[in-house]
């Protein structure tokens, strides 16, 4: 047996007969990431003496009778935004490239609690901007399907960790689809929850109201253990919505009675590849077959998504990253000298934030930056910024009142599979129609799940994203099951 290729489910299972050690199975991930890891470069930082006695101290407690944590003994990588108190977390960016933060976020709290073996922190796009994690200050990922194509973004590393059976859970965050899209795009299952439902306490912010934490697994039984782990009020996070959270798990397989599934119209449109039309509608025929009431649904305002999203998006990302300027943390140039005439007569503390904000930030995080102070400058807020605000509450009214009609939406999670490293790199706005399906959900705060539905004739992971009302987590993973059940998708790994 192959500890490596288990789910976790699995693991715990034989964890908890005794038949195997905690030790052993992370030894098995940490060799498998030694050994092959250098063709895809998903993780960033490692610390195996670290995690062999956490897993020892485990196996010690659970020897003993000892209460162990509900992921005892399971390895996991945690994407690289989530503060770990003591060792790196950098963003994917050289601004923090040594930043230690002095806490832990309330998620790897949440996950110390549960007794997981945190194995590494994955590579992603700078600071959460992009959607292929190609922007990473630290080299790129590749995709363990095709190592000659990208992994998504921006949690690709996240993604890429558990396709390549580096650990058989992750978590990532999604500000605009960027746990769904590299799931979908790597093969593995992955779920942003509710804005709200897990705390973004310790999670470095890209745009706040967007942002959300989620888990990347094989399965659905993965997702539902992982996503109860890490869920939950916090009130160190003003957005944590104080409501219980459900037992995932234990309601996976509880069929859902007159089950209505909504087929977005505005999801098959121009820029959709023929051989994802055709996975994705062979699933909607899984679902009819199952005995699901499949009616065709119309979010009249999705078009408007990418506008409203790179508006309010950047506009976020324009303050919240307005704190890294070399004065408190993060990297300072040595070199503040004047570049052009006109900055002679600039103060030395001015020229030293120009100095290190040019220097820390990569060029798509620039661009977000730029963007998002425009829209927000003297004369042009109404114009643009307040506009998209007007836009996102008519997003979320589309949505409201298809839920009113069905249970769950469904669509692709990307209109093409996994393109080739470089292919969009100098057009920014066609690697931002990568999103396209998956931008609004954020707007809206629901919650997105994609899972996998096919694969390409040359191979690729082909992604099914399925979509839920505010909180209705165990609704869009009981519906997730019902095609999961019905076909094979989630068991099939890459060549490595």
């Known amino acids: 047996m192959d500890l490596a290729r288990e789910t976790a489910v699995s693991l715990l299972a034989q964890l908890n007969s005794g038949s195997i050690t905690s030790e052993a199975v992370t030894q ?40 162990v944590g509900k992921l005892a003994g399971v390895p996991i990588s945690i994407k690289d935004v989530l503060c770990t108190k003591g060792l790196p977390t950098t963003c994917g960016s050289r601004m923090l490239e040594n930043f230690r933060p002095p806490y832990d976020a309330t998620v790897i709290r949440k996950l110390a609690e549960a007794d997981a073996v945190i194995i590494g922190k ?33 949690s690709g590393g996240s993604a890429a960790a558990v396709a390549a059976d580096f650990a058989p859970l992750s978590i990532g965050s999604d500000t605009g689809g960027s746990i769904r899209q590299p799931a979908g795009l790597c093969g593995v299952t992955g779920l942003k929850p509710t804005y709200g439902r897990v705390s973004r306490y310790g999670l470095v912010a890209f745009a706040s109201s967007l942002d959300q934490v989620g888990p990347f697994a094989h399965d659905l039984a993965d997702t539902a253990l992982l996503l109860e782990a890490i869920a939950g009020h916090d009130p160190h996070d003003a957005t944590s919505v104080n409501a219980p959270v459900p037992n995932y798990l234990a309601t996976l397989d509880t069929p ?29 025929r899984v679902y009819e077959a199952a005995g699901a009431t499949i009616k065709e649904v119309s979010l009249p305002h999705s078009k408007y998504g990418i506008a409203a999203y790179y508006l309010v998006a950047t506009a976020e990302a324009s ?50 930056i730029m963007l998002g102070t425009h829209a927000l400058s003297a004369g ?3 114009q643009y910024y307040n506009q998209a605000l007007k836009v996102r509450r008519l997003i979320r009214n589309d949505f409201d009142a298809a839920f009113h009609e069905v249970d769950v939406l469904i669509g692709p999670t990307s209109p093409t599979a996994a ?78």
């Not at 700078?126 to 973004?153: C, H, Q, Y």
């Open 28 to 67: 098995a991930y940490l060799e498998r990431a030694e050994r092959l890891d250098g063709q895809i470069h998903s993780l960033l930082y490692r610390n195996p003496e670290a995690s062999i006695a956490q897993a020892r101290e485990i196996d010690a407690r659970r020897k003993a009778g000892q209460p």
């Open 122 to 154: 994955t590579n992603m796009d700078e600071f959460a901007m992009g959607s292929s994690t190609e922007n990473s200050a630290f080299g790129p990922t590749r995709n363990p399907w095709d190592l000659e194509r990208i992994p998504g973004g921006s």
């Open 256 to 284: 859902l009675a007159n089950l209505r599934v909504g087929v977005v119209r505005e999801y098959f449109g121009e820029g959709l590849d023929p051989e994802v039309e055709a996975s994705v509608r062979e699933a909607i």
């Open 319 to 368: 303050s919240n990253l307005a704190r890294y300027d070399g004065t408190i943390f993060g990297h300072r140039a040595a070199d503040i000298s004047p570049k052009y005439p006109s900055e002679k007569e600039l103060p030395p503390l001015i020229l030293m934030m120009m100095a290190s904000r040019a220097e820390g930030f990569g060029p798509e995080v620039k661009r977000r």
């Open 380 to 382: 042009y807020a109404d």
């Open 419 to 496: 393109f080739k490293l470089g292919e969009k790199s100098s057009d920014p706005l066609s690697m931002y129609l990568s999103d396209i399906y998956t931008i609004t959900t954020n707007l809206a705060g629901i919650p997105g799940l994609s899972i996998p539905c096919g694969l390409t004739k040359t191979g690729l992971p082909i992604g099914l994203q399925l979509l839920g009302a505010p909180f209705a987590e165990d609704t869009l993973l009981r519906a997730g099951r019902v095609f999961e059940k019905a076909t094979d998708w989630h068991t099939k790994r890459p060549s490595l």
